[in-house]
């Protein structure tokens, strides 16, 4: 009788060994990668990777929000299945196994997608992962970049503001300045008779190394559509005294410096004080 216990207890063990050291083979490392944002009319790749471990694959399954559209079983003919969903048109010439390709897609395809993976027997693991999309037209035009002066020494203070192009939904905005994000002054977002909204964010940094400065404005929308404006200020050197004695005020306005993109504007400090009062009474 001691004899069968011990025996049952070796088994039991061998069997918690196998369990915890991996002796036992599944389903696992489901991934699924879906663009975070695509444009209207756009052809797009939903991609389910995963690892059987050496089980056979029973089935892997497509859905948006709740309703399934696609279907993949490698031991049925033909391999592939579509359900009819509005909006939903699958290419099935380029989908399969890991995959499936959406032709064409409009904005009613914006939403939560899931791939469920399943093992064939005997043990018929199963896993399912989600991922959102968004369908979104991509932003027309660049920020508007203004400065209030086209040149700065150490120890100045760069003051400005970026202004997103209208959309729907609002665009992001950042400034860089000299490649480092500069956290902003103020945020204003205000909506359009259109129903578009508009960003604008202030730069207000101190100047603390001497060389040119460039600024950067992006706009953006899910860190994928992105449009921006950009300029290089030079450095404002002392200059020698003329014979009268009197140092030029620096002239400024479009095109002061070196600068690519558009929308972006350079003004004396006046101008620039007046349009942030504006913009603040307007904004509210």
């Known amino acids: 009788m001691e004899h069968q216990r011990n025996t049952a207890r070796c088994c039991l063990l061998v069997?918690?060994?196998?369990?915890?050291?991996?002796?036992?083979?599944?389903?696992?490392?489901v991934e699924l990668k879906v663009p975070a944002a695509v444009s209207p009319g756009d052809t797009v790749t939903l991609i389910c990777r995963y690892d059987l471990e050496g089980e056979p694959l029973y089935t892997v399954k497509w859905y948006k929000g709740r309703e399934e559209f696609y279907r993949y079983i490698p031991k049925e003919h033909p391999h592939t299945l579509v359900f009819p969903l509005p909006a939903v048109n699958v290419d099935m010439s380029k989908s399969g196994a890991d995959k499936v390709v959406l032709m064409g897609v409009s904005t009613e395809l914006a939403g939560k997608y899931r791939c469920e993976v399943s093992a064939d027997a005997p043990n018929f693991h199963t896993q399912v992962v989600s991922a959102h999309m968004q369908v979104v037209d991509k932003l027309v035009g660049d920020p508007e970049l203004i400065l209030e002066k086209s040149r700065y020494a150490v120890g100045d203070t760069l003051r400005?503001?970026?202004t997103s192009p209208p959309h729907i939904p609002p665009a992001n905005v950042t400034v860089l300045l000299n490649g480092r994000k500069v956290q902003p002054s103020f945020l204003y977002?205000?909506?359009q008779e259109d129903g578009k909204s508009i960003t604008r964010i202030g730069l207000e940094s101190k100047v603390t190394h001497?060389?040119?400065?460039h600024v950067l404005c992006i706009a953006?929308?899910?860190?994928?559509?992105k449009t921006q404006s950009e300029v290089t200020l030079e450095e404002d050197r002392p200059r020698l005294a003329s014979v009268l004695g009197t140092r030029q005020s620096t002239s400024v306005g479009v095109g002061s410096g070196s600068s690519s993109g558009r929308g972006i504007f350079v003004m004396e400090s006046w101008q620039f004080i007046l349009l942030s009062v504006s913009t603040l009474f307007f904004s509210r």
């Open 189 to 191: 977002r205000w909506k």
């Open 160 to 162: 400005g503001n970026c």
């Open 210 to 213: 001497a060389g040119k400065l």
């Open 220 to 225: 953006d929308l899910y860190n994928v559509f």
């Open 15 to 29: 069997t918690i060994l196998l369990i915890t050291t991996g002796g036992v083979h599944g389903l696992r490392d």
